[in-house]
């Protein structure tokens, strides 16, 4: 079965340190992964995804993240957070063969980065 | 949020009726979901369809129901056989089967309160 794990609810930095924002998954054949950000009371925004090809993948408002298919990890980093980057982040997963494009999303971490 | 248009914003019915969300998308998407957010709980998916005249249960589908009779509109039916409807309820779209579906695209949600 297809699953994503976000090991923490809640990351804190400050702002103008790196952050990271983790996420490990478990797919039966190759993955297709995503990152989402959600602000209050909005719908999901598109940050980026890993399809194929180089392991790190360069996203919206300077978010990477970079692939690991050893560790089965896809964690999403910044070099240097701002205070509009803090709220809910997902990371979602698809096995490639999966028929329907559903995807299978983490349960969340709430990113705070204070001043 | 762009492309996808949900309604209302906010949503509040009493218990023993049905109630129904609008979901419309203009980005020629073949794909749409529906898709239910608790708190803690990330998100779960409810009723998904591939193409028009097309849809199948997702992993909580007990209780809802859809209907997809345009490729723009993919409108979600809470029946009062919806033990606990209270929820934010969000809508997406991707391109579809033949182009490898890839990233959804999402709408900014309804908010149903059920007393």
């Known amino acids: 079965a297809q699953s994503v794990a976000q090991p923490e609810d809640q990351v804190n930095v400050a702002e103008g340190n790196p952050l990271t924002v983790k996420c490990t998954y478990s797919?039966?054949?190759?993955?297709?992964l995503f990152w989402y950000v959600q602000y209050p009371n909005r719908g999901l925004q598109f940050l980026l995804k890993?399809?194929?090809?180089?392991?790190l993948v360069k996203g919206s408002y300077g978010f990477e993240a970079e692939f690991n298919k050893s560790q089965t990890s896809f964690h999403l980093k910044k070099p240097s957070a701002l205070v509009s980057d803090s709220a809910l982040y997902f990371c979602a997963v698809r096995d490639q063969g999966n028929q329907g494009g559903k995807l299978i999303f983490g349960q969340g971490t709430e990113l705070s980065v204070k001043p | 949020d762009g492309g996808i248009t949900q309604s209302p914003k906010y949503l509040f019915r009493k218990e023993g009726q049905n109630v129904t969300l609008s979901c419309e998308q203009n980005l020629n998407h073949d794909a749409m979901y529906w898709y239910r957010q608790d708190p803690g709980q990330g998100l779960r998916l409810i009723y998904y369809?591939?193409?028009?005249?097309?849809?199948q249960k997702g992993d909580i589908a007990e209780g809802y129901s859809v209907s997809r009779e345009k490729k723009e509109s993919f409108p979600l039916t809470v029946t009062s056989a919806q033990k606990n409807p209270t929820a934010f309820y969000l809508c997406?779209?991707?391109?579809?089967?033949?182009?490898?579906?890839?990233?959804?695209?999402f709408g900014p949600g309804t908010r149903l309160t059920v007393t």
């Open positions: 890993y399809i194929t090809g180089d392991n």
């Open positions: 369809s591939q193409i028009v005249n097309d849809f």
């Open positions: 997406a779209s991707s391109i579809g089967q033949r182009q490898g579906y890839y990233e959804q695209y």
């Open positions: 797919v039966s054949g190759n993955p297709y």
